[in-house]
């Protein structure tokens, strides 16, 4: 079992930036694949991100290429999501997800996740 907390979530213009983190417990953190989602408004929830247990590998959605960024430190059992150049259009809750299959490949799919945290709000103003 592991839970995981968010944080680092608001209000921010377009064009600015902010990083996520989220707090994971228990020991097996580090052997967990982990990945962010986000879920607007009446949207369903959709993969974002991913990064594997060592943080040497890691998976984008096409539109977030170049303007978000995970990584992980599994000293601190923590994972973050730097995110850079946001559009309005980024709002959505955001949350962070761990994938204890050991699967070699990073997955995309939202029940292919057994532990998620409770998401944080991340508004971006235009």
């Known amino acids: 079992q592991v839970q995981l907390v968010e944080s680092g979530g608001g209000l921010v213009q377009a064009g600015g930036s902010l990083r996520l983190s989220c707090a994971a417990s228990g020991r097996t953190f580090s052997t967990y694949a982990m990945a962010w989602f986000r879920q607007a408004p009446g949207k369903e929830r959709e993969f974002v991100t991913a990064i594997n247990w060592s943080g040497r590998r890691s998976l984008y959605v096409d539109s977030m290429k170049g303007r978000f960024t995970i990584s992980r430190d599994n000293a601190k059992n923590t994972v973050y999501l730097q995110m850079n150049s946001l559009k309005p259009e980024d709002t959505a809750v955001y949350y962070c997800?761990?994938?204890?299959?050991?699967?070699?490949?990073?997955?995309?799919?939202?029940?292919?996740?057994?532990?998620w945290g409770q998401g944080t709000q991340v508004t971006v103003s235009s």
């Open positions: 997800a761990a994938d204890s299959s050991s699967s070699a490949l990073l997955r995309v799919g939202v029940p292919e996740y057994d532990f």
